[in-house]
Nanobody
Framework: QVQLVESGGGLVQPGGSLRLSCAASGSIFSIYAMGWYRQAPGKQRELVASITNAGKTNYAGSVKGRFTISRDNAKNTVYLVYLQMNSLKPEDTAVYYC??????????WGQGTQVTVSS
């Protein structure tokens, strides 16, 4: 089993920056990709960014050039994934969920962290 814990959400003004962190523990050696989804009120959950163990990244068109996903798999007991969010817009307001894909096509989710972009 994989456990995910997110942190770093909060309130920021338009144009500001936030960095989200996600720590994966448990059966981390089964993980082959991690990333972030977000869900705004009344909208479907959407993929924001993902990164594989090989370092291949993928971004939603709406965040390209503003968000950067990175990872740190150096430790044997925890994997870390970060989402650096710059030039934030009100439409980026959502609950952001970390996920991890592991063997046997399992997807694991974090509890979510609120990001609010408002003046």
């Amino acid at each position: 089993q994989v456990q995910l814990v997110e942190s770093g959400g909060g309130l920021v003004q338009p144009g500001g920056s936030l960095r989200l962190s996600c720590a994966a523990s448990g059966s981390i050696f089964s993980i082959y990709a991690m990333g972030w989804y977000r869900q705004a009120p009344g909208k479907q959950r959407e993929l924001v960014a993902s990164i594989t163990n090989a370092g291949k990244t993928n971004y939603a068109g709406s965040v390209k050039g503003r968000f950067t996903i990175s990872r740190d798999n150096a430790k044997n007991t925890v994997y870390l994934v970060y989402l650096q969010m710059n030039s934030l817009k009100p439409e980026d307001t959502a609950v952001y969920y970390c996920y991890a894909d592991s063997s046997r096509n399992a997807r694991h989710w974090g509890q979510g962290t609120q990001v609010t972009v408002s003046s």
